[in-house]
C-alpha cells in the first residue's frame, strides 16, 4: 500500500470513527435522558474519538517515512561488494543510488551483476517488509486509539475539553514550527561550519585574500592554504549590494516621497500596483534580464566610451538587483512617510515653508529613523539575493572596488559549492555552509536592528 | 514693508525653482521605476513571443518496410528498433536529388529536427497498416531553419541574414519555401514536452508538472500550519517572553535569505532525512518553511481585523474560546488569510535559490507523475536554460519567463479579486 | 440664497420640541446681517463677505470680520461652526485641502490675499500660526525655532541667527526653562512648554498677525494661564486672532469677541459687551450655557 493510500484510509477510518462515536453518544444520552445530561455534545465524542484514531496513526506514518530511508540503507551495508567500500563513501553512495534506480523501475530481473542482484533484492524485500509493517502498525494505532476514545463515552466524560486541548496543543506546535525552522538553519549551518573550521583556520576563511576552492578537490591539496580566503567574496558581495543601494534608495525614496505626497489619488492607483509587479517578478527572471540584456548594453557603451567593461560586471547585476528593490524601498518608505503626522506638515505649511522644504526638513527628519531601518532590511535583502548574481556576477574572486569588473559574491559561491557532482564533506562542500553561516548572522543582525528600529518609530507615532 | 517682507519676497524665486526641482526628481524617479518595469517586461516578450511558433516541413514519406528494416507486420521491439532516421534522410535526399558529397548531404539532414523520427515512429506506432504506403506529413525542423523562416528573412540575399547556417542550406530552403513545404505554425511541443537538449524539441511540461507538484506540497503543509499558528499567536497565545520570542523570531524569518533554507533543507532533509534528491516533496517542504512566516504575518493581520465585539458576543452565548475563533473569528478573516496565502504561493512559484541546493536543478526530460519524482520547476528550467549556449534557448527562456509571469499574474489577480470581493469594513 | 441653504441645512421636520432650541432656531433663521459691528478702523486684516465650500457643502457664510493692529479678537461658538475654517482662511492654510473653495475678498494691508500678487508663502511668513496640538519639528529646540528664519533667508549669520532664536524664546517667555539645552529635542519638553516653543517658532519669522486655533485645548491649567499671560503681552506686537473652545479664555485675553453659529458669523462687540450684554439670542443661549 503507497503512502498515499495509506493516509486516504487514515483519513477514511478517521471519518468512520466520528459518526461512530457521535452516534454512540446519542446513545448514551438516551440511557441518561436525552443529550442535555451529556457533558458534551455528540459532535465532540466523534470529534474526540476520531481524533484518538488519526492522530497516532498520522504520528507513527510521518516518522516511519522520514526515517525509513536511512534505516533501510543502513540495513543494506552488508550486501554491498567489499570492492565498493575500498573505493571510497562517494562509489557507495552512487551503489546504493543505482540499486535503487534499479528496484523503483522493477528491473531486478535484468540485472547481470549476481552481488547486485543480490543487494537489489534484498532491498527491494527491505522496502516490501517495511512497507508492510508501517500498514499495520498503523491500521493498529488507529483502531487501538479509536476503540480507547469509545469506551470513554460516558456522560460526564469531558470530550469537548479533551478535543479542544488536543486542538491547543497543535496550535502551539504550530506556533513553534518558526522556532524550530531557525534552529534547524543555526544548527545545520552551525555543524558543518565547524567541521569546516576544524579543517581550515577561521581566521585564514575571515581574513584570507585568496579564494580557490577547485585546488581543494585533490585529496592531498584538502585545505591547502590560501585557498579559502574569503574576503574577496565578502568585498564583492559588498561592492554589488552597494551599487544596488545606489541605485534603489534615491529611486525608490524619491518614488515613495511624490507617491506619497505629490501624487493624486489616480496617478497613486496607477503607480502603486505597477511597482507592486516589479516586486512580484522573480528574481530569476532578473537574473536573466542582467546577464542577456543589460550587461551586453554595458558592455557595448563602454566601448563606444573606451571602457573595457567585462561582460559578468558588478555594475550589471549591482543595478539590476538595485531595479529589484526599488519597490521594497519604496513600500516601506512609503508607510514611514505616511506615518508622520499631518499636524507636523501643518505646522510648516503655517510658518510659510514650501512643499519641497517641509519634505525635505521636516518630513524626512522626522521619518529617518524608520527610512532607515527599511534601507537596513534592504541591505539585507541584497546581501542575500541568489540568482541575479548567480546569473550576472562572475565566479572569479576578484579583489577589486572597480564596478566594471566581474566579482563574485558569498551567494554565487554557495551555489556553485553545492551545485554539481561532489562528496558532500569535502571542505570544498562545508565552505558552502561556513558561507551560508556568514550570510545568515550577517543578515539577521541586519533585520533584528531593522526590524527594532522600525518598530520603536512606529510606536513614537501611534 | 517690514524686513520681512523684503526678505521673504527676495527668497521666492530661488525657493519656487528647487520646489519645481524637487518635485521633478520625484516624477522622474516614478517615471524610471515604471520604465524599467516595461523595458523588462518589453525584452522579454520581444525575445520570447516568437518561441510560441515553430516551423514545420512537410515531406512525402515512403514508410518503405526494406528501408525501416521491419516486417509489414512489426512487433514493438521491430518498432522500437526501426531505422526512421534513414527514412527521413533519405526523403530528403529524394527531396534535393542534387545533393551529393557528404559534407552536403550532413548539412541536408540538419535542417530536419531529430524530433520528426520520433513524431514519424508516433504516427506509425499508432496505426501500422500505413507501413508501405506513401503518407504527407509536417514534420518539425531545426532550430536554426526554424529561426530564419520565422525572422521572414529575405532568402534569395543569404549575405544579409545572420544565421549559423550556410549559404547552401539557406538556398535549399528557399526552395522548399517556394514549393510552399515550409509553414510556421503554434508551437504545442513546447507545452507538451519536457526539456531537451534540442530546442526544438524543448519544452515547459516537466517543469509545469513539478511546479504544480511542489506548490501542491507548499500548500498543503504550509497553510494549516501558517492559519493554527496565527490563530494561537492572535488568540490564544499569552502575553510573556516566549510569545514575543516567537513574533520576532517570525519577522526575522520572513527577512532570512532564501538560499538559507535551501542550506537547511540540504542539511536536514537530504543528508539527515535521508529524502530524496531532486524530489517535489522536499521543495515543496523547504518552500513552506520559507513561506510561512508571510502566510503567519498576513493571516494574524486578517485575524486582528475582525473586531473584538464579534468575540465578545460569541462568548456571551457561552461558545468556548475555541469555538469563538472556529465559528465566528476564522470564517470571517478567511478571505484575509486566503489572499495572504495566495500571495505566499506565489512567492513560492517563482523562488529558485533554494531549490538549487536540493537538487531540483536537474535535467529532467520526462513529465514528473508524483511528488517523489525527480523533477525540476518553472524557476529553474528558466535558470538552466538560461545557461544554455544555442541562440533558439534564449527565445525558451524568454517564453518560459512569460508563462511563468502569466501564473504570476493569474494568482495576485485572483488575490486583489478576493480581496476586492470580501473586504469588510467593520 | 443665504434662507435657503438655511433651510437646507435645518430640516425642520427633525427639529425637537425644545422651546430653547426652537426659538434658537427660528432666531438662526431670521439672521440674515451680524449684529454688532463687524469692522474697526486701520484693520490689519479685512475680510468681507467670505464663503467657504468643502466640495459641495458650505461651511462659512458671508463672514464680515477685521482684525485691528495690537488686539486679540476672539472666536467663539459651537463645534463645527467654522470657526477654525475662518481662520485657516486667513493665511490661506485652507490651500492644503484641495477639495476647499473660498470666495469673497480677504486682504492684509488691504492686499488682496488670494490675489496674484501674494504670495502664500509670503503671505505664511506675515500670518504665523499656532496649532491646536502643540506640533514642533522632529529637531532640537534651537533648530525648531531656527527653522522659519533659515527658509526664509532672515539672517545672514550665525550670530544673528542666535539672536533670533534667543530673542524669540524670550519673547514666548520659555527662554529661561530652555537655555542650557537648546540641543535637546523640541519632543522632550512638557506639553505646555512645546505649545510656547511653537508661538516662539512663529515669532521666529517676525509676522504681523499670529492665528491661533485652541492653543490651550490640549493643555493643562498651570500651562494656559501661561500662554494667556503670553498673548496678553504679544499684543503689544502683532494682531492676533485666536479660535477658543473656553469663554472664559476669550473673556481673559480677547478685545473683541465673535460669536460663530452653523457658520454665520452671529455677533461681534467689545468682549465686555458680548458676555455682559449680547445683543443676540444666539449668543445669548451660547455664554448662558443653554446649548453649544
Known sequence: MSATNLLLVTLGLALASFAYGRSRAYSVARLHGGVRSMHSLPSHYGMMVALWCALPALAIIVGWKLFEPAVVSSFLHDYIPQSVYEAGEKSVDLYKNDIGNLVDSHAIADIQDPEKKAAAQQLANLQHTSSLALVVLALAAAIAGASLALKRIKANTRARQNVEKIVHFFLISCASIAILTTLGIVLSVLFESIRFFQEVSIIEFITGTKWSPQTAIRVDQVGSSGSFGAVPLFLGTMLISFIAMVVAVPFGLMSAIYLAEYASRPVRNICKPLLEILAGIPTVVYGFFAALTVAPALRSFGATLGLSVSSESALAAGAVMGIMIIPFVSSLSDDVITAVPQSMRDGSYGLGATKSETIRKVVIPAALPGIVGGILLAVSRAIGETMIVVMAAGLAANLTANPLEAVTTVTVQIVTLLTGDQEFDSAKTLAAFALGLMLFVVTLCLNVIALHVVRKYREQYE | ?426 | ?292
Open chain 2, 1 to 426: 514693508m517690514s524686513d520681512t517682507t523684503t526678505k521673504v519676497r527676495a527668497s521666492l524665486k530661488k525657493r519656487y525653482a528647487a520646489e519645481k526641482r524637487f518635485r521633478f526628481y520625484g516624477i522622474t524617479a516614478i517615471a524610471a521605476s515604471i520604465g524599467f518595469l516595461f523595458i523588462l517586461l518589453f525584452s522579454i516578450v520581444s525575445k520570447g513571443y516568437p518561441a510560441f511558433q515553430s516551423t514545420f516541413v512537410k515531406l512525402d514519406v515512403q514508410l518503405d518496410s526494406a528501408t525501416l528494416g521491419i516486417s509489414e507486420t512489426p512487433t514493438s521491439a521491430e518498432m522500437r528498433a526501426a531505422n526512421f532516421g534513414g527514412l527521413i534522410k533519405q526523403t530528403m535526399r529524394e527531396r534535393f536529388p542534387e545533393v551529393s558529397s557528404r559534407g552536403d548531404k550532413k548539412a541536408l539532414y540538419q535542417l530536419i529536427s531529430t524530433g520528426a523520427e520520433y513524431q514519424l515512429y508516433d504516427e506509425v506506432a499508432a496505426d501500422p497498416s500505413l507501413i508501405d504506403t506513401t503518407i504527407s506529413l509536417w514534420l518539425p525542423t531545426d532550430d536554426e531553419l526554424s529561426a530564419l523562416i520565422k525572422s521572414d528573412a529575405d532568402l534569395s540575399n543569404p549575405d544579409s541574414i545572420v544565421t549559423r547556417m550556410s549559404d547552401k542550406q539557406i538556398a535549399w530552403a528557399k526552395s522548399l519555401k517556394d514549393s510552399g513545404q515550409l509553414e510556421v505554425r503554434f508551437n504545442r511541443t513546447f507545452f507538451t514536452n519536457g526539456d531537451s537538449r534540442e530546442p526544438e524539441l524543448a519544452g515547459i511540461r516537466a517543469a509545469l508538472m513539478g511546479s504544480a507538484f511542489t506548490l501542491l506540497i507548499t500548500f498543503a503543509l504550509s497553510f494549516p500550519i501558517a492559519v493554527a499558528a496565527a490563530i494561537y499567536l492572535e488568540e490564544f497565545a499569552p502575553q510573556n517572553r516566549w510569545t514575543d520570542v516567537v513574533e520576532v523570531n517570525i519577522n526575522n524569518l520572513a527577512a532570512v535569505p532564501s538560499i538559507v533554507f535551501g542550506l537547511l533543507g540540504l542539511a536536514v532533509f537530504i543528508n539527515f532525512f535521508h529524502l530524496p534528491r531532486s524530489a517535489p516533496v522536499v521543495g515543496g517542504i523547504v518552500l513552506s518553511l520559507m513561506t510561512l512566516p508571510t502566510i503567519i504575518i498576513s493571516s494574524r493581520a486578517a485575524l486582528k481585523a475582525v473586531p473584538p465585539s464579534i468575540r465578545e458576543a460569541a462568548r456571551g452565548l457561552g461558545a468556548s474560546p475555541l469555538q469563538v475563533v472556529t465559528h465566528h473569528v476564522l470564517p470571517l478573516a478567511m478571505p484575509g488569510i486566503l489572499t495572504g496565502t495566495i500571495i505566499g504561493l506565489a512567492q513560492a512559484l517563482g523562488e529558485t535559490a533554494p531549490l538549487l541546493m536540493i537538487g531540483m536543478v536537474a535535467f529532467i526530460v520526462d513529465i514528473p507523475a508524483s511528488v517523489t519524482d525527480a523533477a525540476t520547476v518553472l524557476p529553474v528550467q528558466v535558470f538552466l536554460w538560461a545557461d544554455s549556449p544555442e541562440r533558439a534557448f534564449v527565445e525558451k527562456t524568454s517564453a518560459a519567463i512569460m508563462v511563468l509571469l502569466v501564473f504570476l499574474v493569474v494568482m495576485n489577480a485572483l488575490a486583489v479579486f478576493l480581496r476586492k470581493k470580501f473586504e469588510r469594513r467593520w
Open chain 3, 1 to 292: 440664497m443665504n434662507t435657503a441653504i438655511a433651510n437646507d441645512t435645518i430640516d425642520t421636520s427633525l427639529i425637537q420640541r425644545d422651546p430653547v432650541k426652537d426659538s434658537a432656531q427660528e432666531a438662526f433663521h431670521k439672521l440674515t446681517e451680524t449684529v454688532g459691528t463687524p469692522t474697526v478702523e486701520n484693520a490689519k486684516m479685512r475680510s468681507r463677505d467670505v464663503n467657504v465650500f468643502y466640495g459641495e457643502k458650505q461651511a462659512i457664510f458671508d463672514v464680515n470680520l477685521d482684525i485691528g493692529n495690537n488686539e486679540v479678537v476672539a472666536m467663539i461658538g459651537p463645534s463645527g461652526c467654522g470657526k477654525s475654517t475662518f481662520l485657516r482662511c486667513l493665511n490661506r492654510m485652507n490651500d492644503t485641502i484641495p477639495s476647499c473653495k473660498v470666495t469673497g475678498n480677504l486682504s492684509l494691508d488691504g492686499e488682496d490675499l488670494y490675489g496674484a500678487d501674494l504670495d502664500p508663502v509670503l503671505l505664511r511668513a506675515r500670518v504665523g500660526m499656532v496649532f491646536q496640538k502643540p506640533n514642533p519639528f522632529a529637531k532640537s529646540i534651537y533648530d525648531n525655532v531656527a527653522y522659519g528664519p533659515r527658509i526664509h533667508g532672515l539672517s545672514s549669520n550665525r550670530a544673528e541667527l542666535d539672536d533670533i532664536v534667543v530673542d524669540s524664546l524670550r519673547k514666548a517667555g520659555l527662554y529661561d526653562e530652555v537655555k542650557d539645552r537648546l540641543d535637546a529635542p523640541g519632543t522632550s519638553l512638557s506639553g505646555g512648554q512645546q505649545q510656547r516653543l511653537c508661538i516662539a517658532r512663529s515669532i521666529a519669522v517676525n509676522p504681523e498677525v499670529i492665528l491661533m486655533d485652541e492653543p490651550c485645548s490640549a493643555l493643562d491649567p498651570i500651562a494656559t494661564a501661561r500662554i494667556e499671560e503670553l498673548i496678553d503681552e504679544l499684543r503689544q506686537n502683532y494682531a492676533i486672532a485666536i479660535v477658543t473652545h473656553s469663554m472664559q479664555q476669550a473673556a481673559r485675553v480677547s478685545q473683541r469677541t465673535a460669536y460663530f453659529h452653523l457658520g454665520k458669523l452671529v455677533e461681534v462687540n467689545a468682549t465686555n459687551d458680548v458676555f455682559t450684554n449680547p445683543q443676540h439670542e444666539l449668543t445669548e443661549n451660547y455664554i448662558t450655557g443653554r446649548f453649544g
